[in-house]
């Protein structure tokens, strides 16, 4: 059985089917792109993302032959209403993208750019083969042959900073330090041009990069679709106006 959409929304039809999720998560010990749904009574599945698609049943017997079956109506129904099709080529697609602690705000980018048709790179989802994210970073963008071209970093208000004459009754919500110091890694690297900075309401942004444009969001990171949109295009990206239609949703 194969599945080519996002694990948002592979969750969502496990639950339209009639079961409970006990769990669901991204398999990062094994390969990139590889997530695991628990459900009650049922066992589990892997869904192989990315060009595979593949949906494996890790135990046998009624109840998962019941699954099998529920999930093939679903999956049934999606293809007909499914995602308009991108580009086979995920190099020209991928985006890297640098986040905080916002684990709510980051599956939500995540959707985002899967409904847009493009591949995000997220450490926390690949094997990571034992890299830091500096590390990735410099894998990923810091030389000639990098494979991305575009970065987006997620500023959640993560941490509580102020000026030393200000005081701490001055403290205001801001990003994580080593987020602010992979932004700089990801515009030295990509330029200005091919990095989007997507900031959540009320986060203090750095002092120290004027003359950066902020794409704001207070609930929904789907709020910055359209400037985003924008964003990605001018970098050359070439989207299908029914993906972008679908992001939306």
């Not at 494996?56 to 079956?69: D, M, T």
């Not at 109506?73 to 602690?101: Q, R």
């Not at 309401?201 to 985003?228: C, M, R, W």
């Amino acid at each position: 059985m194969e599945y080519k959409g996002t694990f948002e929304d592979l969750k969502n039809m496990v639950c339209k089917a009639g079961y409970e999720i006990i769990e669901a998560k991204p398999l990062s010990h094994n390969s990139p792109e590889v997530y695991q749904i628990i459900i009650l009574d049922a066992g589990s599945i892997n869904w192989y993302g990315g060009s595979s698609g593949k949906i494996v049943f890790q135990s046998s017997g009624p109840l998962q032959e019941n699954l099998k079956k529920a999930l093939a109506k679903h999956l049934g129904k999606k293809s007909k209403t499914s995602s308009p099709k991108t580009s086979s080529n995920t190099s020209d697609k991928k985006v890297f993208v640098v986040h905080g602690h916002d684990a709510a705000a980051l599956e939500q980018l995540e959707l985002t750019l899967r409904r847009l048709g493009l591949e995000p790179y997220i450490l926390q989802n690949t094997s990571g083969n034992g890299l830091t994210i500096i590390e990735a970073l410099e894998k990923e963008i810091c030389n000639p042959t990098r494979s991305t071209k575009f970065g987006i970093v997620l500023l959640t208000p993560d941490d509580m900073g102020y000026s030393k004459s200000d005081g701490p009754q001055k403290a205001q919500p801001r990003a994580r330090q080593n987020v602010v110091l992979e932004m700089g890694m990801l515009i030295s690297a990509l330029s200005r041009k091919n990095v989007a900075i997507l900031i959540k309401q009320d986060v203090a942004p750095p002092s120290d990069i004027a003359g950066i444009i902020y794409l704001p969001f207070k609930n929904h990171v789907k709020e910055t679709v359209p400037k985003l949109v924008i964003r990605l295009m001018e970098s050359g990206f070439t989207l299908d106006p029914a993906a972008i239609s679908y992001a939306f949703n």
